[in-house]
């Protein structure tokens, strides 16, 4: 939003213009002149402004409405923000809870529609930021949580490899009860991210209405003017399965979370200092002494005010809302194509996808424990354990088509006919592969594997390879993938696909050394130039 105030001000008191004011303010200037022209034409408020008007008060008067509202949806009663911020800094112990409820009630009984308990925070702190320049709000018990990571860092050396690690210290905070927690991790990826936000809500034990955290990648894409910032996936899932809204603060403007940057300020000009001396080993080390110099600030008595954050924290928690039953999970992405044999690879491993999805893209969201496909559209296919090992296979027999044995796509029948254009060894080693998994599909990609090393090798050298992999009881897709190539090297030209290699480069010719000879190319040049002269004449 445009500070009115101070557009009024450079205008009529500085006679600055609206393009040299928009130039100053880093705003539209068509938006400053309309607002120039829009405040001559009322005739309820005029310049020198009244002592104390705030911008809201100043877009009341000049456009008849109140600026944190503009474009909500009006079949929704709007809450008085201004009587509930001088409820919630003039009356002890009133909660946002308390006054959500009566408005509501009012609602009722008059037959409105009211928003949730989440919209009507989420508002409100909207509210108070559009009306800074004279309300000071004092934290609202259990409305919010701010996060964000400290400035110093730390060191640990890995005891196997030696290797000197860095530690970043994640920081959350509840401003009404200032109770700290704090977390160091050796990776701030978004799966780190989100675990550690779970772990701030089990510590402070509830979930608040908003939480403010800063602008880094792992939660916000783009905060261009803060009114609509563009949310990381995967945090914005997890404030919606903990009921929660996200509220970025403003770029480069660390008032707007001062109490997770005072908390870090206490940490970083205190107990940091004695843990910057020690030598840690372990990341679990490393929070074992944090949570234990977390625990004697969290318990030490103010200076400024009666008893501790733990106390002023007991209460606070009685106003949070619950924790879900199972904490959120962090969820990888990716988009899969389904191969012939019907299954989908993912982190080096095998699903079976429905014959349905043949050769078709599908999504997968996969966690620590689960992997789930879906359809290109959204729609849920299939869900599997997660695999524990490189290479696993999970497959549903009722996924594959009852005959695909029979089927024109990959099957035992292809790979082995194939084989046989080889050689007996190939066609034995085909047929091994094929009865090694307890499915027969598969096997399909190691068959296709094996067969294909043909392109650049001749049949005789993949047949050589086959009998040694079937004398030496190897008859797998890796050792003939690395025996190969020296079964070819022993061979000479007959061990490589002297045909395939014609084909591809078909079209060239091959020139002897006098063609490039310099007199040759000389003489041609001339003769050229001469033939060009004599056509000139003409």
């Known amino acids: 939003m445009l500070d009115y105030k101070d557009i009024i001000t450079k205008h009529y008191a500085l006679g600055m213009s609206g393009m040299a004011i928009a130039k100053s303010l880093n705003a539209s200037p068509s938006g400053v002149n309309d607002f120039l022209r829009a405040f001559k034409e009322c005739k309820s408020l005029g310049y020198p402004l009244p002592q104390g008007i705030t911008n809201y008060g100043i877009a009341e008067a000049v456009y008849g409405k109140n600026p944190a509202i503009a ?107 200032q109770y700290i927690y704090a977390e160091g991790m050796l990776s701030t990826k978004e799966p780190q991210w989100i675990a550690v936000n779970n772990n701030a809500l089990a510590y402070f034990g509830g979930v608040p209405a908003l939480v403010v955290c800063g ?19 995967d945090y914005a899932e997890w404030a919606e399965y903990n009921h929660t809204v996200i509220l970025p603060a403003k770029v480069k403007k660390p008032k707007y979370k001062s109490s997770v940057e005072n908390a870090v300020g206490i940490l970083e000009k205190g107990f940091f200092h004695d843990m910057e001396e020690m030598d840690y080993f372990s990341l679990e080390q490393f929070n074992r002494d944090l949570w234990k110099h977390l625990d004697k600030l969290n318990n030490a008595p103010f200076t400024k005010k009666p008893h501790n954050r733990r106390y002023y924290w007991d209460e606070e928690r009685r106003e949070l809302m619950p924790l879900p039953p199972v904490p959120y999970e962090y969820m990888e992405r990716w988009k899969a194509k389904v191969s012939p044999d019907y299954h989908v690879r993912f982190d080096n491993a095998y699903y079976s996808v429905d014959r349905a999805y043949l ?44 005959s695909y044995r029979e089927m024109s796509e990959w099957n035992g029948t292809y790979f082995t006919r194939k084989a046989m254009t080889i050689g007996p060894n190939t066609e034995a080693v085909i047929k091994r592969i094929l009865s090694s998994r307890k499915l027969e599909v598969q096997t399909y990609r190691m068959c296709q594997g ?50 395939a290699n014609e084909e591809r480069n078909k079209g060239a010719f091959v020139m002897d050394a006098e063609s490039m000879d310099i007199n040759r190319l000389l003489s041609r040049s001339q003769n050229l130039a001469q033939r060009k002269g004599k056509g000139g004449d003409k």
């Not at 001088?86 to 928003?115: E, P």
């Not at 949730?116 to 259990?142: D, M, P």
């Not at 602008?215 to 990381?232: G, M, S, T, Y």
């Open 71 to 177: 474009g909500r949806d009006l079949s929704y009663e709007m809450p008085d923000y201004e009587a509930v911020a001088k409820d919630m800094s003039s009356r002890k112990n009133m909660t946002l809870v308390v006054l959500w409820n009566r408005y509501a009630k009012k609602c009722r009984d008059c037959g409105l529609k009211f928003y949730s308990y989440r919209q009507f925070c989420e508002n409100y702190a909207k509210w108070c930021e559009e009306n800074k320049e004279t309300l000071h709000f004092n934290a609202v018990i259990g409305q919010k949580m701010e996060v964000d990571f400290a400035g110093k860092t730390f060191q640990m050396v890995d005891p196997l490899t030696g290797e000197v690690l860095e530690i970043v210290v994640f920081v959350a905070v509840l401003p009404y009860s």
């Open 215 to 233: 602008n880094c990648k792992q939660a916000v894409i783009a905060n261009r003017d803060w009114i609509a910032p563009e949310l990381n996936k």
């Open 359 to 402: 050769h078709k893209e599908v999504l997968i969201r996969a966690s620590s424990t689960t992997v789930k496909i879906f359809s290109k559209e959204g729609q849920f296919i299939c869900e599997w354990p997660r695999a524990t090992a490189k290479s696993q296979w999970s497959t549903d027999p009722n996924h594959l088509p009852a």
């Open 450 to 499: 094996v067969l294909s090393f043909t392109r650049k090798y001749s049949k005789q050298a993949l047949e050589e390879t086959c009998r040694q992999a079937l004398e030496l009881g190897k008859a797998h897709y890796t050792f003939i993938k690395n025996t190969i190539p020296v079964v070819a090297e022993d061979l000479g030209t007959s061990g490589y696909n002297t045909v």
